[in-house]
């Protein structure tokens, strides 16, 4: 009996066979209806494949014809942010009003046809942002865009296990020679190669003037590849003027933080606030603090320490205002932007670095340096890597490229700047950390262990 005559003996019309004198199967030795009920299994299951789920973004369940296609030219993206354990947003802009849909799956899925799930908003925009939700933690997933062809993949954030995430900042533009398609494009495209990295932290002034969309545009353009595949957390710099294009195009808080492996990141915004919203950042920063984490990772704009000129020693007014809740509350480092150079300060057991080395006009470094000075570097594109595994964090400056007279020297894969261990026995409060003798390395890399 083949699985044609089982289906057909179903049909209305054909005559059943009685309990007494059914047929078995003649290599099983089972009764018919159990092949009956496998048929219609594997009919489910393809299905399934073949045509499915759609889950608008307020998860009405709709059919996969009644979601708009929007086979509108892409322009932007896409871009992930704000991905949890279990969800993140993906975004991205079109030339016209369309329904934006994503479909995806666990990782090893590449046809469109074959992503399981499909979320669509329910309203065309230009400006897309679609969220993903139910998600397992610590997954790779690969996605698609509408009916365009790509290969994009994202991590949900792990409970626990070692990771890696970059951090670099100060991206905008001073034209006409320092631009994103330059400068920018190297740092990302430099960061777009690493191997195994998590997430990236972009520590402010993504662009000199939020209300120029043609360099929001060379901006995502740069950054394509990076953005693509893995989630991106800004920081508010100054240039970020008043926050609207922050909040509408990236969907972030001024202030925030999210946890990976038992570890926190800590957002904040060190621009001149109003005093009654300056007050909720400081409720939200003790509250936040008053927690228990593995260790902290906080991210500003402005630098608590620098050898700058202009702002020499550092932005007192911040050091003042969190510098002993830093101390108090298992911070292990900061990172900000703003002086746009490479430095590193450590002092009361923080590592303080600025990382602003994103393709900004590069600034000068005073010859004479604050307590507690460590490194630093001029004329510099590079980001710094930094990857956790409790209870020791590896943090390494990579310098993509050099700035010589408007010439840039693109500086060979694999050169370190500066590499800074940090081990801390869970056991031992932050006050107990030691200090080595530093290690000096040949060409462009420190060594220091805490």
């Not at 991590?155 to 100060?170: A, E, K, S």
């Not at 905008?172 to 997430?199: C, M």
């Not at 004329?379 to 710094?384: E, R, S, V």
Request: one cysteine or more.
């Amino acid at each position: 009996m083949n699985i044609h005559m089982l289906v057909q003996g179903n049909l209305p019309g054909i005559p059943q066979c009685n309990k007494k004198n059914r047929f078995r199967s003649r290599d099983y030795n089972k009764p018919l209806y159990a092949n009956r009920y496998m048929v219609v299994l594997i009919s489910l299951i393809l299905f399934t494949i073949l045509f499915p789920v759609v889950v608008y973004a307020d998860q009405e369940i709709a059919n996969f014809e009644q979601v708009t296609p929007g086979d509108e030219l892409m322009v932007w993206g896409p871009y992930l942010t704000n991905t949890t354990h279990n969800s993140t947003v993906i975004h991205w802009k079109t030339a016209g009003p369309s329904i934006g849909r994503v479909g995806f799956a666990l990782s090893g899925i590449n046809s469109p046809g074959m992503f399981n799930q499909t979320v669509a908003e329910k309203n065309q925009s230009r400006l897309h942002q679609v969220e993903l939700n139910n998600l397992s933690p610590g997954q790779r997933y690969s996605y698609w865009i509408g009916n365009r062809p790509g290969n994009y993949s994202f991590r949900t954030l792990p409970l626990n296990g070692p990771f890696t995430f970059i951090v670099y900042g100060d991206t905008r533009e001073q034209l006409p020679w320092w631009n994103q398609s330059t400068h920018h494009a190297l740092v990302a495209a430099r960061i777009a190669k690493e191997p195994d990295y998590l997430f990236v932290v972009h520590s402010g002034d993504l662009v000199n003037d939020p209300a120029d969309e043609d360099e929001w545009g060379r901006f995502f353009e740069a950054a394509g590849p990076m953005l693509a595949n893995t989630t991106f957390y800004p920081v508010p710099g100054n240039h970020e003027g008043d926050l609207g294009k922050y909040e509408e195009y990236f969907g972030a808080s001024p202030w925030y933080n999210f946890t990976v492996s038992g570890s926190e990141f800590i957002i904040l915004d060190s621009n001149s606030l109003k005093p009654v919203i300056e007050d909720q950042q400081n409720r939200w920063i003790n509250q936040t603090l008053s927690g228990t984490s593995k260790g902290r990772f906080v991210f500003l704009h402005h630098p608590m320490y620098t050898s700058e000129p202009n702002h020499w020693g550092g932005f007192l007014d911040i050091r003042e205002k969190w510098k002993q809740l830093f101390i108090e509350h298992n911070v292990l480092g900061v990172f900000s932007a703003h002086v746009h150079a490479y430095e590193h300060f450590y002092e009361n057991g923080i590592h303080y670095f600025t990382v602003a080395t994103g393709g900004a006009p590069s600034y000068a470094l005073s010859q004479d340096k604050p307590d507690g000075y460590v490194n630093s570097r001029e004329n510099t594109l590079g980001y710094m890597r930094v990857t956790v595994n409790s209870p020791q964090v590896l943090l390494e400056f990579v310098p993509v490229a050099e700035v010589r007279d408007q010439q840039i020297v693109v500086l060979p894969e694999g050169t370190l700047g500066e590499r800074v261990i940090i081990k801390k026995s869970i056991e031992m409060p932050y006050s107990s950390w030691t200090k080595r003798v530093p290690n000096v390395f040949p060409l462009f890399v420190k060594e220091i262990r805490i």
